[in-house]
């Protein structure tokens, strides 16, 4: 006769396994809380940015009322008169529709003798050269509809180019670098940008209406994510406690290995 040994569980609950699951559950209900705060924000700041791009434009000067009391100014639609110093554009490199080339930012001087950069649009690269598009240079009084743009205060990335001045060829939109690369004065300069709008340019250069507003939203799938990989873990928390305090019933008899022989012969 061979004895059997039957495994006995331990009595003592496993409060390290139960203490480190507790802490991991609290960092994954943590994280989905937090991508559900995230998704309202995003909700609410592309509301907001809907409301500002479909808004009746405002003059400059309500704009700069504005940015004196906010200092965000982004996607506000705006108006504004002025002459074209087209001989001191600035070049942004950027792709459009696929193309390589560049957004054109010309100074647009206005009657109180300030500027503010206006993003024309955009050109091919082998029309980064204002003497291949002459019919785009628009002489005189223009008036300009738009979207104001703050500025940025620094490179965004590292991995991004630092801009070629010799070339005059801008990575990121270094706007005091292109103020005084144009010879326009930091008192006469109107502190943000200007996004002209579709309407088209003679001789079709520059493309206007280049704004792209496509903020990604993700929050909600973050949040099932996390929200999901919590009520796993609660499910095989629930699953293992059960196993351990209802385990199989041990009294039940066992088939013995030669009576399984025996029975299979049969």
């Keep these: 006769m061979t004895d059997r040994v039957t495994p006995q569980l331990s009595n003592r609950f496993p409060w390290i396994k139960f203490v480190l699951g507790a802490f991991v559950f609290a960092i994954l209900i943590a994280l989905g809380t937090w991508q559900v705060e995230r998704l309202y924000w995003k909700e609410g700041l592309l509301a907001e940015i ?3 791009t479909h808004a009746k434009p405002a003059s400059l000067a309500e704009i700069e009322k504005v940015w004196a009391a906010e200092k965000d100014v982004d996607y506000r639609t705006v108006t504004v008169t002025g002459r074209l ?3 001191r554009e600035r070049h942004y490199f950027a792709t459009y529709d696929g193309t390589s080339g560049f957004y054109v930012y010309t100074p647009l001087l206005l009657d109180d003798g300030r500027a503010v950069f206006v993003n024309r649009g955009f050109v091919p690269y082998d029309k980064k050269n204002s003497v291949t598009r002459p019919q785009g240079e628009v002489e005189g009084q223009v008036v300009v509809t738009g979207l104001a743009r703050n500025p940025l205060y620094d490179k965004p990335s590292s991995i991004v ?4 001045l010799m070339t005059n060829i801008y990575y990121w939109k270094d706007l005091p670098t292109m103020a005084g690369q144009s010879g326009i004065a930091d008192d006469k300069l109107v502190p943000f940008f200007i996004d002209a709008d579709k309407t088209p340019n003679p001789g079709g250069l520059p493309v206007g209406g280049v704004t792209i507003v496509d903020l ?3 929050h909600l799938q973050y949040a099932v994510t996390w929200y999901g990989l ?3 873990l609660l ?3 629930g699953i ?8 199989k019933n041990s009294n039940e008899p066992e088939v013995s290995q030669s009576e399984a022989s025996d029975l299979t012969s049969r």
């Design 50 to 52: 809907e409301a500002r």
């Design 85 to 87: 110093l087209n001989d």
């Design 161 to 164: 180019p630092n801009n070629d």
């Design 216 to 218: 990604p939203n993700s």
């Design 230 to 232: 919590a009520a796993t």
């Design 235 to 237: 499910a095989v928390a």
């Design 240 to 247: 293992s406690l059960w196993q351990r305090y209802h385990p």
